[in-house]
């Protein structure tokens, strides 16, 4: 049996002839840059989160950078962030004229851990941007407390957390702005880049959508960018978004699924979820100290694997100027040598994740059965 990663295909051919409708609906109109579709996309979309505004733009990391000039992010001014996210959460803070500074993360969720998030804030502190990363929430009840008692914003990037709730409230409504991405592997996936803002507050919503696009249309207040969904992303995503809290159940079956069948495993971890809160499982993250050998067991079984991230950000070259060690992020740093994505989506089959895990384990004990006999030979 083989198994990607992910099968956007798979999930393509269920819902193939609304899709074709709506695509030659688009072309037929030729409502290719926002227009109605886009119109209705965010309307939708705010409607689900119960927020004021979506201002729609063209992926998730102009939606952060979009979001942080609509802040007033400006030279000098220190945003904290998590050490371990895709690097659109950091690099569109520097883009913003911001100085980039990490935080670590908790060993067991991957995300911002909240009690080192004040050892972090200085008189140039303006913002703290939490990353729902894997479809888990950030601890927000701490991190607003924190934000609350300094006077800082707060953007949740919810790139990886469509519908994922904290409390019983869905992420992207606890700050004053949050951010989604609509890349085609999100959880909610365009054909293409799309992304977009919400945020309940007007002046805010006014600013960035007035920015986004050259700094409005017929009478230009301010020089802006040009950051738009194109009709063809909306469309799509209209067609996708009512078939998201289903798929975000499948999700939910897959990990739940690999989590009984993964149990006791020699020397691996399964995701840990925090109190009161839902997973929406954008990504499915084991750990071990065998994670290298296990990848390569894997990858030998034809199953498909991804490391998220192979490094933790501040280790990256980008940030060589920042000058950190090992010790500035333990946990990031050690997670970095041990996670590793197993597949997951809503088409995949019983008899997948069964495989999945069964090669898991397989390839975990085959690995001790190797490191043991190397150990005797070693001892002869
Ligand atoms: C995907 C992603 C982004 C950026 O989104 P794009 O639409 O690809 O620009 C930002 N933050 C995180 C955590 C992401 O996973």
């Not at 979820?273 to 994670?291: F, P």
Request: overall charge neutral; aromatic content about 8%.
């Amino acid at each position: 049996m083989k198994v990607p990663f992910v099968d956007l295909h798979a999930q393509y051919l269920s819902i193939k002839t609304e899709i074709n409708s709506a695509i030659a609906q688009v072309i037929t109109q030729s409502a290719f840059i926002r227009g109605k579709h886009v119109d209705a996309f965010e309307q939708a979309w705010a409607e689900t989160l119960k927020v004021k505004h979506c201002i729609s733009c063209a992926n998730g990391t102009d939606a952060l950078y979009i979001v942080m000039r609509g802040l007033g992010v400006k030279t000098g001014d220190e945003v904290i962030t998590t050490a371990h996210s895709w690097i659109a959460t950091s690099e569109t803070i520097t883009q913003a004229g911001g100085r980039v500074v990490f935080c670590d993360t908790q060993e067991d969720t991957f995300n911002i851990d909240p009690r080192l998030i004040e050892s972090k804030i200085t008189k140039a502190t303006v913002g703290i941007i939490p990353v729902h990363l894997c479809g888990q929430p950030a601890d927000m009840d701490e991190i607003m407390a924190i934000a609350n008692k300094h006077n800082l914003w707060v953007i949740e990037d919810c790139a990886q957390a469509h519908l994922a709730t904290y409390k019983g409230k869905v992420v992207g409504t606890f700050g004053d702005a949050a951010t989604f991405s609509f890349y085609p592997g999100k959880n909610l996936g365009a054909y293409g880049d799309a992304g977009c803002i919400v945020t309940n507050d007007d002046t805010l919503a006014d600013w960035t959508a007035t920015f986004a696009r050259h700094g409005g249309k017929g009478e230009h207040v301010m020089e802006g960018i040009n950051s738009r969904m194109d009709g063809l992303q909306a469309a799509i995503l209209n067609v996708k978004l009512p078939h998201l809290p289903a798929w975000t159940t499948a999700r939910r079956r897959v990990a739940a699924r690999y989590n009984e069948l993964l149990r006791g495993a020699d020397s691996l971890t399964t995701p840990k979820v925090g109190d009161d809160r839902s997973h929406v499982y954008h990504l499915y993250v084991v750990a071990t100290d065998k994670r290298d050998s296990l990848k390569k067991a894997l990858a030998d079984s034809e199953i498909t694997t991804s490391l998220n991230y192979p490094k933790a950000l501040p280790f990256y070259p980008a940030y060589t100027y920042l000058g950190h060690k090992p010790a500035d992020f333990p946990a990031a740093y050690r997670n970095q040598s041990r996670i590793l994505s197993l597949p997951i989506f809503p088409e995949m089959t019983d008899e997948m994740i069964e495989y999945v895990a069964d090669q898991t384990r397989r390839g975990l004990t085959g690995l001790s059965a190797a490191r043991a006999t190397a150990a005797k030979l070693a001892n002869v």
